[in-house]
Nanobody, 123 residues
Framework: LVQLVESGGGSVQAGGSLRLSCAGSGYTTSNGCMGWFRQAPGKEREGVAS???????TYADSVKGRFTISKDNAKNTLYLQMNTLKPEDTAMYYC?????????????????WGQGTQVTVSS
């Protein structure tokens, strides 16, 4: 069993920051890809950032320079530091993982998913 649990969401004003965490069990963060995805009401799910076991990182163009994905293998935890938040960042954010070692921002690559954490950014 692989379980992923997100935390750290909340409501902030535009320009503010949040750090999301994804605690994993039943797997090791160094074994495969991990990523963050988001979905706003009425919108399709979109990839935000992913990180490969060897350190390769992919960001969506919309978050480059503002968001940082990282992981702590010893804690089996994935993070997403979100700075300079914008109202368009408002969405449910999901953590995902897979045994693949190569990945980008395609959601169907990832097998395991967390329950999501809500991020709301007001102007």
């Amino acid at each position: 069993l692989v379980q992923l649990v997100e935390s750290g969401g909340g409501s902030v004003q535009a320009g503010g920051s949040l750090r999301l965490s994804c605690a994993g069990s039943g797997y090791t963060t160094s074994n495969g890809c991990m990523g963050w995805f988001r979905q706003a009401p009425g919108k399709e799910r979109e990839g935000v950032a992913s990180i490969r076991p060897h350190g390769g990182i992919t960001y969506a163009d919309s978050v480059k320079g503002r968001f940082t994905i990282s992981k702590d293998n010893a804690k089996n935890t994935l993070y997403l530091q979100m700075n300079t938040l914008k109202p368009e960042d408002t969405a449910m954010y999901y953590c995902a993982a897979d045994s693949r070692i190569y990945c980008g921002l395609t959601s169907n690559v990832f097998r395991y998913w967390g329950q999501g954490t809500q991020v709301t950014v007001s102007s």
